[in-house]
């Protein structure tokens, strides 16, 4: 291989890598289809599950999350399964107290009508280290949730929301 055709490979190397690196990462796989009818009634309720794929915080990369993560929100309660990465100002009293799992059933919830979807803000009332769940959620379902806390550095996730199902038991 001479000099010319070592130089071409390199270029053309280089060229697929930007195009690829330049992808839009913001990407989000829902499995589920919503219409936009039901979309804006499960916000209006509210009565949905936030489904987070990416976390980042202040500090450190995004990170890709695995399954088992959720926000369920409805009328009545807030009920967070999520994980913390960053910075914490307080050391917990408990190891359980790292992450953000915690129900509230005493919280303020204003949503407002955006640019391409809504915003969502959850004040819960009951929590003393969290102040603010603050969900963008784009008319494609897809969303973004920013959590303010007290004691930590803030945190963003980005994934879908889906319909909160109930478990309907026979008796």
């Known amino acids: 291989m001479n000099l010319h055709n070592f130089i071409k490979a390199i270029f053309v190397s280089l060229t697929i890598m930007i195009i690829m690196g330049c992808s839009n990462p913001r990407r989000i796989k829902n499995d589920e289809t919503i219409s936009a009818a039901t979309l804006k009634n499960i916000i209006d309720s509210p009565n949905f599950v936030f489904i987070p794929q990416y976390v980042s915080h202040m500090t450190g990369p995004r990170r890709s999350l695995s399954s088992g993560f959720e926000v369920s929100v409805s009328k009545d309660s807030v009920i967070s399964n999520l994980p913390f990465f960053g910075r914490g100002y307080v050391a917990p009293?408990?190891?359980?107290?790292?992450?953000?799992?915690?129900?509230?059933?005493?919280?303020?919830?204003?949503?407002?009508?955006?640019?391409?979807?809504?915003?969502?803000?959850?004040?819960?009332?009951?929590?003393?280290?969290?102040?603010e769940l603050y969900f963008k959620i784009f008319d494609n379902a897809s969303t973004s949730l920013n959590i303010t806390s007290l004691d930590r550095s803030s945190i963003s996730f980005e994934g879908y929301i889906k319909e909160r199902k109930f478990d309907k038991k026979k008796k």
């Open 93 to 131: 009293i408990s190891p359980s107290d790292v992450d953000f799992d915690f129900t509230s059933t005493k919280f303020t919830n204003t949503t407002t009508s955006a640019n391409r979807g809504w915003t969502v803000s959850i004040k819960p009332k009951d929590q003393t280290y969290l102040k």
